[in-house]
């Protein structure tokens, strides 16, 4: 009995990756909650990415990921709505009747009304997007703040 060829294709591709990093933030909300206080989490990223192969033979380079986390790990998260200044190697943060003044290297300003787990995702799938080449189709990012509550976003094209 011989062997037979087999012919299929390939038409995408996915990989996975999983990751913690500590942050901690504060929310802006209109209702009395524990989390308008500062608080921190030790966040898990769960990002898939469906795609071709590159020229290089990847879907997307696990470094840039990589890259993310370490910009992220140990740092206060704030949203750029309530930076008051930003200079002089520091930053200012007034918000929730709080008056924060942060180093720079310290704080991560994201480009987002609030800093919840959902706008936390969000960010993190656009940064991935910005990345992406043409052979990227889907990327979908889960942030775990807590072994119980997640928020999951899918950026395709």
Known sequence: MGVRPMKFKITERKIGWHKEFDSSH??????????????GHTYKVDVEVWGKLNENGM???FNHLSNLIKLLDHKMLVSEDWVSVKGDG??????????????RDEVVIL????????????WFAERIAEKAGQNIKKIRVKIWEDPRSYAEITLER
């Open 111 to 122: 480009n987002k009304p609030n800093v919840t787990a959902e706008l936390i995702a969000e």
């Open 90 to 103: 520091s930053v200012v943060v007034e918000k929730n009747g709080k008056h924060l003044e942060f180093p």
């Open 26 to 39: 504060f929310l802006v909300l209109p209702y009395e909650s524990k989390c308008l206080r500062i608080h």
């Open 59 to 61: 879907i997307f380079d």
